[in-house]
């Protein structure tokens, strides 16, 4: 019975997610560590008559890397690329290769299957769809971003010139791409222009790191951490940097909202962390990926909880709520 319920969230991930059509060409690109959820996504996929092929790696040492090359080449080719991989590669060149290639591409990270039975994959993504991208339009229109938290948080981006992106958990078109389960609008800061303090209290899913047992705070000078302080955790953090020796992992790339109902607190599952609704996450490294210009060895994400959000004059989020609409 177990196997039924988890086809269920599968035919979300290949329905409505990803909206296939018979006839078209799927990949799915998983690894060993996602194999269950890749064989179910896949299934779904062959289910609306579609042309499914299924390729399992070697999972990447960290969020960001590259698939292999084999791999790789063969993203470039299909309709339809759905990765439920253990590691991200959406912010790879393969991957935005395959997106400028007209390849609609979803990303399903870490997703197991008990996320295929139940959490944030079941939102009406229909329904918060037009929310996403206003957000998303709200971004991509406002020249500076103003971020503070309870825990501390107090740092402003410069957003001039950059557009919102919105991932509403379905791409349906050429060259879409969502991550299932988010629901999340972001955009990329301009380098080398944010400043401030970041004080994490929610979750980093990256870095084997989940919900964090204190905060994580940092200091943001000219668009770069500086420092990180929070015990065993940003010990953590800081060690990954030092181990890849370049400046570009410093970067503040991404300013991100969570906007999935059904993602209602931080509970270690890196797709649901980034949809929680009403958070912020900040990510750090390559922002090439997200209308940035920065290509960074590694990329990760770390959220806040009841964050308040000013873009220029209007507060768009204030204590974790929305102001501009109402949840669905």
Request: charged share 20%; proline share 7%; net charge negative.
């Given at each position: 019975?177990?196997?039924i ?18 006839g ?5 690109v ?9 064989e ?14 299924m390729?399992?790696?070697?999972p990447r040492?960290y969020d960001?890397?590259a698939p ?5 080449a ?17 912010h ?24 295929l039975?139940t ?13 996403c991208?206003?957000m ?18 107090d ?5 001039s ?8 958990g ?15 609008a ?10 401030g303090?970041l004080v ?12 964090l047992s ?21 010990e ?10 370049d400046?570009?992992?410093?970067n ?6 969570g ?12 797709s ?5 609704f009403?958070?912020?996450?900040v ?9 940035g210009?920065t ?19 209007e ?8 102001t ?5």
């Open positions: 019975m177990r196997s319920e988890e086809m269920n969230g599968a035919n979300v991930v290949a329905e409505t997610c990803a909206a296939i059509e018979p078209e060409r799927v990949l799915v998983g690894d060993w560590r996602t194999a269950t959820v890749a179910r996504v896949a299934a779904a996929a062959r289910n609306l008559d579609a042309e499914v092929s390729t399992l790696m070697d040492e960001g890397n292999p090359e084999t791999v790789a063969a993203m470039q080719e299909p309709d339809v690329v759905i990765t439920p991989v253990h590691r991200s590669i959406t790879s060149e393969p991957t935005q290769e395959a997106l400028a290639n007209g390849v609609r591409v979803i990303s399903l990270v870490k997703h197991t299957p008990e996320q039975v959490g944030g994959l079941y939102a009406d993504y229909e329904a918060m769809q037009p929310h991208e206003e998303a339009a709200k971004l991509g229109e406002a020249d500076e971003a103003h971020l503070t938290s309870p825990s501390g948080t740092a402003t981006f410069d957003l010139g950059r557009p919102g992106n919105a991932h509403p379905i791409a349906d078109s050429p060259g879409e791409f969502t991550a299932a389960v988010n629901i999340e972001n955009v990329s800061p301009v380098e080398g222009q944010a400043e303090r994490f209290d929610g979750s980093i899913p990256n870095l084997d790191i989940g919900v204190e905060p994580v705070s940092m200091q943001v000078e000219d668009g770069a951490v500086t420092t990180v302080e929070g015990g065993d955790e940003a953590r953090i800081a060690e990954v940097w030092a181990a890849h020796d400046p570009a992992v410093y503040i790339a991404q300013l991100a909202v906007m999935n109902p059904e993602c209602t607190s931080f509970n270690g599952w890196f649901n962390e980034h949809g929680v009403g958070s912020v996450h990510g750090i490294g390559t922002s090439s990926t997200l209308g210009t290509q960074a060895p590694v990329h990760f994400d770390a959220m806040m909880s009841d964050p308040t959000l000013r873009l220029d004059d507060v768009v989020l204030e204590d974790g709520e929305f501009f609409f109402s949840p669905p």
